[in-house]
């Protein structure tokens, strides 16, 4: 069973508008949070880690940690055709373990 | 800054021969060094984590005998794919840490062509 499930699995939003992805982990150790943006034949880029619970925003960018529920969301306001990647969400265990990544949601924009 | 390099970017090799990818961390020391393999449409699978000091932990479905991985300062790692077949294909990802430290840095993948 993966350990971090991601939703949808495809978003489509239009330019300017908001993507909201949803993030759960199934395993109550996993305390610390990162969301990665892929691109297409692209390595992945961090985005944004969270450990806390509660809101971290970055630019257009604002994740939302709820460690109860175990659920991570990430909202990009103002979505740009440039936004369209895969994201993914990864969780980790708040020792030295590797984090774990899911499955991806694919995000579109369209202009 | 922290920053993960890895080497090379992209190669190709035969059906049936190996190839060897490294990891350099700089600017932090790489305690702990995880590698993931994503293969096409998939997301990334943990293959092992190593950690300076301890036995190296590989994932089910990944053994020591097919990827053998050397992690012998706080800022190197590498792992090499053995007897690599199509299968083996995908992008290859070193993510370091910092022992105490909770920040997760990844380098930017090779990518393995298997012909």
């Known amino acids: 069973q993966q350990k971090v499930q991601q939703s949808p699995e495809s978003l489509s939003v239009p330019e300017g508008g908001m993507a909201s992805l949803n993030c759960t982990s199934s395993d109550r150790n996993f305390q610390y949070f990162w969301w990665y943006r892929q691109h297409s034949g692209e390595g992945p880029k961090a985005l944004m880690?969270?450990?806390?619970?509660g809101d971290k925003k970055e630019g257009r960018f604002t994740a939302h940690l709820n460690k109860a529920s175990l659920h991570v969301s990430l909202h990009i306001r103002d979505s740009q055709p440039s936004d369209s990647a895969l994201y993914f969400c990864?969780?980790?265990?708040?020792?030295?373990?590797?984090?774990?990544f899911g499955a991806g949601t694919k995000l579109s924009v369209k202009p | 800054g922290a920053l993960v390099y890895q080497y090379p970017r992209r190669t190709i090799c035969k059906s049936g021969t190996s190839m060897r990818m490294e990891c350099q961390a700089v600017?932090?020391?790489?305690?702990?060094v995880a590698w993931y393999r994503q293969s096409p449409q998939k997301t990334f699978e943990l293959i092992a984590l190593?950690?300076?000091?301890?036995?190296?932990?590989?994932e089910q479905n990944f053994t020591q005998e097919k990827f053998p991985i050397s992690h012998p300062n706080l800022s190197f790692s590498s792992m090499t794919v053995l007897n690599a077949y199509l299968e083996d294909r995908g992008l290859y990802l070193c993510?370091?840490?910092?022992?105490?430290?909770?920040?997760?840095?990844f380098g930017p993948g090779t990518r393995l062509t298997v012909l």
């Open positions: 880690s969270i450990f806390s619970d």
């Open positions: 600017g932090f020391q790489a305690t702990s």
């Open positions: 190593s950690t300076v000091n301890s036995a190296i932990k590989y």
């Open positions: 993510g370091a840490r910092e022992q105490n430290y909770a920040e997760q840095f």
């Open positions: 990864a969780a980790s265990e708040p020792n030295n373990n590797a984090p774990r």
